[in-house]
């Protein structure tokens, strides 16, 4: 009996063959470096090959959303974002002094400076007339001077920022000669320049210092410019989200896994928001993270473990953004009718563990923000410190604002454009184009759910054998779980109530904005996506999936084209 005699080779085996004295032997030729980043690359190309259609799309999605994420983070000029520069000075005050900003206290403020106009004038006036006070008198004074003085100084937005007065706020007064300070309204002395993001938490400036402390050198532009592109992650977290989340609710429909991400990637406001300084896009991915694992417990009844991270996600979005309070409706709701309502001893303590997680999580920023202002959120101090919000002091009700056709409008044309503080404006036939789409898609939606509750109406009464007959006859977005039904459910409640928080800081201040209910694009994408899927016939599915993709990306295409390059084109 013969045998092979062995081959060379250059691959070693997973362990050292033993030698004869049963010590391992030591290998001496090992897979080079570029072999290694060969085999990755033959890896990942094998997963793409692989893997499904509408996975190997997200992936483009997601290469589309970096590329736009740089253009915007270099098209729009430095600092003209929506509050890039109080973000800024929030996190010079963080990472320069190793603490908050704080909030002045209107009361405090004015009477400070008030008796610092005093005493000038006093000392004004007795030097004109020669007078001269004893030394009890004087120390008296100078403490009391020092005292308005530093009841004054307050946490401010540097003298070098006034280049960007014209993207602030009226927080800081705009004089093109100087730098205003302080400001008189109804008789009071205000703040001009102060910290007006210092309400924030302070998740995401925590997460942007490592990026201030690689580029603490570098002049502030840079810093901007770095600070943009760490916020593109968070961008693409948002796009996997709604991926996630919309094959959890629909798995197999390839449909709503290719659109709802791509409406996400594609929508302008959303890139724009992951490309400027600004803590909204963490709470829109934060957000989006509740969103999904909201899906997974729908599917898997809210285990433990789900909970245990739908708690942790709720504390991260808690601790990113106060508006992240959106999404706690729907997780109430998605966990109760997924458990039964009357199966009190199951949904209560898995809701109580989801809070729990959440209070311990952020219970520490809302308590300091109790202490230090008295409320959570600061805004009564903001309401007074923010004169130019409010200035008829008249509180609108739900109600006016929703009856109200000028608000609706704005608010729409903030989701799609209307860049940094109102600045760009799109035309209104563009704007038309895509309210109409919108509205159409809710009609599909409004279809869909009267078609859902038919055919589950009529599945109650059959026998099993002709239910299995009719769902084989049946679109398979009809023929969905109750479980799904909540889950869409869910992400509606999200959309209401978000929009109603808009509507509820709207009461007292006149800027309200749309970007308050960016949280719930993916919630809102899916919605729109359900409607088109509805109305489309199957067999076109593929052609209005391709529809909807460049439609959105020609909409991009022309917002950055006709509307964007040429503002700033004209304006710097």
């Not at 570029?34 to 094998?46: G, V």
């Not at 100084?153 to 602030?168: C, G, M």
């Not at 409406?263 to 896009?281: G, R």
């Not at 989006?288 to 694992?293: G, I, K, N, T």
């Amino acid at each position: 009996m013969s045998s092979k005699p062995p081959q060379a080779t250059t691959q070693l085996a997973s362990t050292a063959a033993p030698a004869r004295d049963g010590v391992p032997a030591i290998p001496v030729e090992g897979v080079s470096t570029p072999s290694r980043f060969r085999a990755a690359a033959a890896t990942i190309a094998r997963g793409i090959r692989r893997a499904p259609v509408e996975r190997r799309f997200l992936w483009v999605l997601l290469l589309l959303f970096v590329a736009k994420g740089i253009i915007f983070t270099y098209v729009f000029p430095p600092f003209s974002g929506h509050d890039e520069v109080a973000h800024y000075a929030y996190m010079q005050v963080l990472m320069e002094e190793g603490r908050l900003p704080h909030i002045p206290d209107p009361v405090a403020y004015n009477d400070a400076y008030q008796t610092k106009i005093r005493i000038d004038r006093e000392r004004q006036q007795r030097d004109r007339d020669e007078v001269t006070l004893s030394p009890a008198e004087e120390r008296a004074e100078s403490d009391a001077y020092a005292a308005a003085t530093a009841g004054i100084a307050v946490d401010e937005i540097p003298d070098s920022f006034k280049q960007y007065q014209q993207y602030i706020t009226p927080d800081w007064w705009k004089d093109n000669n100087r730098v205003v300070r302080a400001v008189t309204y109804l008789g009071n002395y205000l703040p001009s320049g102060w910290i007006y993001t210092a309400n924030h938490p302070p998740l995401y400036y925590l997460l942007m210092a490592p990026v201030w402390e690689v580029t603490d050198d570098r002049s502030e532009e840079f810093q901007l410019y770095a600070f943009r592109l760490a916020a593109i992650p968070f961008g693409l977290l948002t796009v996997i989200f709604a991926y996630l989340t919309v094959r959890r609710l629909f798995p197999g429909d390839t449909f709503l896994a290719v659109t709802v991400p791509t409406f996400v990637a594609l929508q302008p406001q959303i890139a724009y928001e992951a490309a400027m300084l600004n803590n909204d896009i963490l709470a829109i991915a934060t957000v989006s993270a509740c969103l999904y694992l909201i899906a997974v417990g729908l599917q898997n009844r809210f285990t433990v473990g789900l909970c245990a991270w739908l708690g942790f996600a709720l504390g991260l979005a808690m601790l990113s953004k106060t508006t992240a309070v959106m999404v706690m409706p729907a997780i109430a709701i998605a966990m109760i009718l997924r458990l039964g309502w009357k199966n009190i001893g199951e949904w209560l303590p898995k809701g109580a563990m989801v809070l729990g997680i959440t209070a311990v999580m952020a219970a520490p920023w809302y308590l300091y923000m109790l202490r230090s202002y008295g409320s959570v959120s600061a805004l009564d101090q903001i309401l007074t410190l923010q004169w130019w919000n409010n200035q008829d002091g008249k509180t609108r009700s739900i109600f006016d604002q929703l009856t109200d056709q000028w608000f609706a409008w704005m608010r729409w044309k903030e989701t799609w454009g209307e860049f940094g503080w109102r600045l760009i404006p799109l035309s209104d036939t563009l704007l038309r184009i895509l309210w109409w789409s919108t509205v159409l898609a809710m009609v599909g939606l409004a279809i869909w759910v009267v078609l859902v509750v038919a055919f589950r109406w009529r599945a109650r009464s059959l026998p099993l054998s002709r239910l299995r007959i009719m769902a084989s006859s049946t679109d398979r977005i009809l023929t969905v779980s109750r479980w799904q039904v909540t889950g869409v459910l869910a992400m509606a409640v999200t959309c209401v109530v978000a929009y109603y928080a808009v509507l509820q800081f709207g009461k007292t201040f006149d800027l309200t904005q749309a970007r308050y209910y960016f949280p719930a694009v993916n919630a809102g994408a899916i919605l729109v996506m359900l409607g088109f899927r509805m109305l489309t016939p199957v067999r076109w599915l593929p052609w209005m999936q391709a529809a909807i993709f460049v439609g959105l990306f020609w909409v991009n295409v022309l917002i950055l084209s006709t509307y964007v390059i040429p503002y700033w084109d004209a304006a710097l």
